[in-house]
């Protein structure tokens, strides 16, 4: 096989070709923008790594092209379990109901992840160089020189922008004299894959101080090809070395399947360690260097906040780059990615730190809480809410600079500017459809107030319509979620992220334009 030829210049240069990376390429490819990939592996990850991926997230690998390869290998799942040794103190439930678009979570490995993405990248617009390295980091007003390693050896590339998505070890970080701020937790964790025929459904599974491992905490997730994802605290003063031994690992795993009834045999196929950590940048841009994914910020585990943030970067971040380089927006847009990625990553901080301090106590006072939490939650319900790791959920960029107005009165807060714009049911005229197959691709206006039974979809200069009158909102969730009233005119716009820039109570879309231009965006 030819090996990879680097071009010389580029419009973006992607450091890391993990699924952060490798959505951001496709992204961009969507908006009409090339760009590189440069990855020092030579193909996708192995092991489980990042395995829940929220409802926000499959929306974004939706816009990526990579929906129909994700349903058709994920596992979805609403709500889960937890024990306090061997009885059950919690059975929560995620928001769901069968009209939406997505499950709240599924489970899929990571490598999936990689590789389907991979697979709908338009290779006219996005290249891959697997087995590439950055070496070196340079930039000047107009542009960043990167150096690469790979196996024709060194190379310099010129790249317009550089997206540093490479990892909590990030190469671009170090190269620019940059650190994580933050917390670090003692508590470690080692996670492994097995595989192992079940019958059990999918959900979430945790175990405080279990028979099977005392003074453990432990978690158990299906995920696709009969895999059992297990994650177990190690006890304090435990080697970390040997702790990753097959000696060690077996006999805790069989010990905990034994307890749990599961008879089938099983075999080890990937063991690592983890400990949470609580870090980010204080700033996600350095003039054309762009921070995405862990290599700006790592969350724990809890809560399956890490990844699922990291494709959310990638989600704010590509339309807002490409909208820059194509001349439709000042460069100060890319200012907005860090005032809103960084609210966002304080608040998925504040409940991974929660979410930890539960699962790992830090300290006896903490354990002590905790026990007592547990204790109580087996005869009072009103407790147990204090056991519920709040899952990931999109952040509402609450004070963004970019928000634009709320003219008139509205029934509801939940589409307010900022804020996710909400699914609903509509009715087409080639049958139902959900809203949110109309976003991430540009900017888009809804139209309340016509008559009619069937929704429609329309293209005007700046944006792409989509006409809801009241008989197509197949269940009433439109108008009710976006806060419009019965017989009620209002345009609301959404970005191309999927979020909601304005509303107003008339449809009058050069309001729109002219608010978008103030902060520097042409629709």
């Not at 390295?133 to 990167?146: I, L, M, W």
């Not at 008559?451 to 006409?467: I, S």
Request: charged share 25%.
């Amino acid at each position: 096989m030819d090996a990879f030829v680097l071009p010389q210049r580029v419009p973006v240069l992607i450091a890391g070709g993990g699924p952060v990376g490798l959505t951001c390429a496709a992204l961009l490819a969507s908006y009409g923008v090339d760009s590189l990939v440069v990855e020092a592996d030579p193909s996708f990850c192995t092991g489980s790594r990042a395995i829940c991926i929220s409802r926000r997230s499959l929306e974004i690998l939706a816009w990526a092209g990579a929906e129909a390869a994700m349903r058709a290998r994920s596992l979805p799942w609403t709500g889960g379990r937890s024990y306090w040794r061997d009885q059950e103190v919690l059975h929560f439930q995620m928001p769901h109901e069968p009209a939406q678009r997505f499950a709240p979570m599924v489970n899929i490995q990571q490598f999936y992840v990689e590789r389907f993405v991979d697979e709908a990248l338009d290779r006219r617009r996005a290249q891959v160089a697997w087995s590439h390295r950055v070496t070196s980091v340079r930039q000047d007003g107009e542009g960043v020189e990167v150096g690469i390693s790979g196996p024709a050896g060194e190379a310099t590339v010129r790249a317009g922008w550089l997206l540093a998505c490479d990892g909590g070890r990030s190469t671009v970080r170090e190269q620019l004299g940059l650190a994580l701020q933050g917390t670090q937790y003692e508590g470690r964790y080692v996670i492994a894959d097995i595989e192992q025929k079940t019958q059990r459904p999918v959900e979430r599974l945790a175990w405080f101080d279990p028979p099977s491992n005392p003074g453990s905490t432990l978690l158990m997730h299906r995920q696709p090809d009969d895999v059992w994802r297990i994650d177990y605290q190690l006890r304090d003063g435990e080697d970390a070395q040997a702790a990753l031994e097959a000696s060690s690992i077996v006999p805790r795993i069989q010990s905990h399947l034994d307890m749990i009834g599961e008879r089938e045999p099983w075999r080890m196929l990937w063991s690592s360690m983890y400990n949470a950590k609580c870090l980010t940048l204080p700033d996600y841009r350095q003039g054309r260097v762009l921070f995405a994914g862990d290599a700006a910020h790592l969350v724990p585990i809890f809560g399956v906040r890490g990844l699922n943030s990291g494709l959310d970067d990638a989600g704010n971040l590509a339309w807002k780059l490409a909208a820059v380089l194509q001349g439709r927006a000042d460069v100060g847009l890319l200012d907005t990615y860090t005032a809103e990625r960084l609210h966002a990553t304080h608040e998925n901080l504040a409940y991974g730190a929660k979410s930890t301090e539960f699962m790992a106590p830090p300290d006896f006072a903490f354990t002590l809480m905790r026990d007592a939490v547990l204790r109580l939650s087996l005869d009072e319900p009103r407790v147990r809410t204090l056991v519920n790791p709040r899952q990931s959920a999109p952040i509402a960029y609450t004070g963004s600079p970019l928000n634009g107005p709320e003219e008139g009165r509205w029934t509801s807060d939940l589409a307010a500017p900022g804020r996710p714009a909400p699914e609903a049911l509509l009715r087409g005229p080639q049958g139902d459809f959900h809203l949110t197959q109309s976003f991430g691709r540009g900017f888009v206006g809804l139209v309340f107030g016509e008559a009619g039974e069937t929704a429609r979809v329309e293209e005007v200069p700046g944006f792409g319509l989509v006409h809801l009158p009241e008989g197509a909102d197949a269940l009433g969730q439109a108008r009710q979620r976006y806060g419009v009233g019965p017989g009620r005119e209002a345009l609301v716009v959404v970005r191309p992220d999927g979020y909601v820039f304005g509303r107003w109570d008339r449809v009058d879309l050069e309001a729109a334009r002219a608010e978008l231009r103030q902060r520097g965006v042409q629709a």
